[in-house]
């Protein structure tokens, strides 16, 4: 299957970081086999289904194809102007599923954006930070066992994926307390920024915007050669000289659109996901 939306190709591009992407004909189907609870490590991606009861099968035929342990179905559907017929929409939420419209944003122009005050701007690179990345998380999501389980797979991964050279996390610290971050993976045809989160009482200060436009700035500075993050270093430097940044955001996300689009990021395409999420523990 060729998938169109930049949206869904460059998920499948982090997909395959931690797990696997595999092209079934008339689907992608992505796995995270150690991350079993991991959504969006776990899905197929389908062409829009052009009738309710097509639309139907698929969530069934992902429900099947989903690793052991994975108790949500997750269809992300290749849909670049975002519309899917009204019937179709109308049939996958009858099967339980929310239905969600993605956004890729890029930005082509130099990222700049003021460090506000008393706030240090800098890449992880003692293992603390990832420990610090669970306390941020855990306080911007639902606190569940549930979600603990899942951010400390989660998180550890991203630990594991740093190490290899293949993504690279910054973030806003205050007095030594992480209070933003994001990461950015490399891709053969852009950036892929992820996980852009600010602590609750942080927000409306210009730390997330800071944060992006630290990688930026770092992306634009090729081969620094600083080998403070073990292998890969030079690696994702040299990946990341030039690229284009590309990142994600939920349609209904008012605030962190309007944040990209301060920074100058425009509305590239669009890609919709169907998720039966599983009785929340
Ligand atoms: C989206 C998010 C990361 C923004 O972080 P932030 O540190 O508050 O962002 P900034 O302060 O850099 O915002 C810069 C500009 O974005 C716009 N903006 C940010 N939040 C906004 C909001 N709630 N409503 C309207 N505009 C907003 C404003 O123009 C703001 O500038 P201003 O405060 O001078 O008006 C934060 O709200 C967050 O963590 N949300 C929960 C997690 C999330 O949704 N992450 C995004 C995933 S794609």
């Known amino acids: ?141 639902p606190d569940t066992p549930a979600m603990r389980r899942f951010l400390t797979r989660r998180i550890a991964a991203r630990a594991r994926a740093a190490a290899r050279g293949e993504v690279r996390w910054w973030g806003a610290f205050v007095d030594g307390a992480l209070v933003a971050s994001a990461g950015v993976v490399p891709l053969a045809d852009g950036a892929r920024y992820q996980d852009v989160q600010t602590h609750a009482a942080w927000r409306r200060r210009g730390v997330a915007s800071a944060v992006l436009a630290a990688i930026a700035q770092e992306a634009r500075s090729a081969g620094d050669g600083d ?26 996300n008012a605030a962190a659109r309007a944040a990209y689009q301060r920074l100058g990021f425009v509305e590239r395409d669009r890609a919709v996901l169907a998720l039966v999420a599983p009785p929340q523990t």
């Not at 080998?227 to 030079?234: F, I, Q, S, V």
């Not at 430097?237 to 990142?247: E, I, M």
């Open 1 to 141: 299957m060729d998938v169109s939306s930049l949206a869904l190709r460059t998920d499948l591009a982090v997909a395959a970081l931690d797990g696997t992407v595999v092209d079934r004909g008339d689907h992608v189907a992505v796995a995270t086999p150690d991350q079993p609870d991991f959504y969006w490590g776990n899905y197929l991606v389908i062409a829009p289904p052009t009738t309710p009861s097509t639309a139907t099968a698929w969530l069934t035929r992902a429900a099947a194809a989903h690793c052991a342990g994975a108790a949500h179905v997750a269809v992300a559907i290749d849909a670049p102007d975002g519309a899917l017929a009204p019937a179709v929409t109308a049939a996958l939420r009858a099967g339980g599923a929310t239905v969600e419209t993605m956004i890729a944003m890029t930005c082509d122009q130099p990222l700049a954006a003021p460090v506000p005050a008393g706030v240090e701007l800098r890449r992880f690179d003692r293992p603390a930070d990832w420990d610090a990345l669970f306390a941020l998380s855990i306080s911007i999501d």
């Open 227 to 252: 080998e403070r993050l073990g292998g890969g270093t030079a690696k994702i430097q040299n990946s990341l000289a030039g690229a284009r940044l590309v990142l994600v955001v939920g349609e209904d």
